[in-house]
């Protein structure tokens, strides 16, 4: 949380369009680098280092299980796995399309999808024209303290449908193989990051509904999670289970096997309170993020998970103060009306150097 929330104050005290331009090169890099590693001789460099940082057993190396899908290996650009690239991709983009200024930003953004599709190829893609829905229905437009309009709302919705198709589209188009493996029960990769973990937070309401198995629990109910993967229909014969925390790796779902229905909904609550403390113009934006994004990731208790969600308040604050900011610079001020609040007041009350 600590680390999440010093990012939080680096990305508040940045310029839009600063902010947007180092969203942009962490892109254009990921493409380059996977780029290299494909075609220009990177991989057995990326594989080395690779086998140095990751050494206790959790580097990927399913690339026959890649051809076979992707008819290719994807890059993994000295990460675990090529998930993890994806999903960095999938992040910055997406806090790119919030924060950048641009008019055409939209065109640019679906630019960038395909060329991922292209380089770095992965259902984790989907997840950007996802990621656009929450933007489109709570910032898109916003102005703090004002409700958004009628006729906005319905124009993001029925924008965010039309992408919502594009979504389902691309899937069945890109990832026909990979759908196929998930309708016959064979994807152990999707049932370990949803259905899985999914079940077993049903497991604990049921069992533990006060406070669920605690931070990093998995011992305590390595049982209870083996029972319900067993007597699962869809639980796939090719899933290897050698450690109970291998095999939840949703951080949304995480959240609720750690702390069951009380102290989640506890937890959830008083996060909610901290982000109306520093300035965020809509909570259920970020929550809305963190939600999408913890379909493609776990790792509740490690930084990512809380930089998800800070780096999504940040990007929202960044958005509707900077517009409500020039708003207030073309509106002629007179000693009749009430000055309009510029975006550093929007900025957390209590960061330092306030």
């Excluded at 508040?12 to 942009?24: P, T």
């Excluded at 102005?143 to 006729?151: C, D, L, M």
Aim: hydrophobic letters at 50%.
């Amino acid at each position: 949380m600590v680390i999440a929330y010093g990012i939080f104050l680096a990305l508040v005290h940045g310029e839009r369009r600063q902010i947007a331009g180092i969203l942009l090169c962490f892109c254009i890099a990921i493409i380059i680098g996977c780029l290299l590693e494909n075609y220009a001789g990177l991989r057995p460099l990326s594989d080395a280092v690779r086998q140095r940082l990751y050494d206790a057993g959790v580097v990927y190396d399913a690339d026959l299980r890649d051809e076979i899908l992707y008819h290719r290996i994807r890059p993994k650009l000295f990460t675990s796995e090529p998930s993890a690239v994806t999903f960095a991709y999938t992040f910055f983009g997406a806090l790119w399309f919030v924060i950048s200024p641009w008019r055409w930003k939209l065109l640019a953004y679906l630019g960038l999808i395909a060329m991922a599709l292209v380089v770095l190829p992965g259902p984790t893609l989907g997840l950007m024209l996802l990621l656009t829905v929450p933007y489109l229905i709570f910032l898109a437009g916003a102005r703090p303290g004002q409700r958004p309009s009628v006729t906005r709302l319905i124009g993001a919705l029925a924008l965010s449908t039309l992408l919502i198709g594009m979504a389902i589209v691309l899937g069945r188009t890109f990832f026909a193989a990979r759908l196929d493996q998930l309708a016959n029960g064979d994807d152990a990769s999707f049932f370990a990051r949803f259905t899985g973990p999914m079940l077993v937070a049903f497991n604990m309401f049921r069992d533990h509904p006060w406070a669920g198995s605690g931070l990093t629990g998995e011992p305590f109910i390595a049982n209870n999670v083996m029972n319900v993967y067993m007597n699962s229909p869809s639980f796939p014969a090719t899933l290897a289970i050698s450690r109970v925390g291998d095999v939840l790796t949703n951080y949304f779902w995480t959240h609720w096997i750690y702390l069951s229905l009380v102290w989640s909904v506890i937890c959830l609550a008083a996060l909610s309170l901290w982000l109306r403390l520093l300035g965020v113009p809509s909570v259920l934006y970020c929550w809305t993020v963190w939600l999408i994004l913890g379909q493609a990731s776990g790792s509740y208790v490690g930084p990512k998970t809380w930089c998800v969600l800070l780096m999504a308040a940040a990007a929202s604050i960044l958005t509707v103060g900077v517009r409500q900011d020039h708003a207030a610079k073309a509106r002629p001020q007179t000693p009749l009306l009430r000055p309009q609040m510029r975006s550093s007041n929007l900025r957390p009350a209590g960061y330092l150097g306030s």
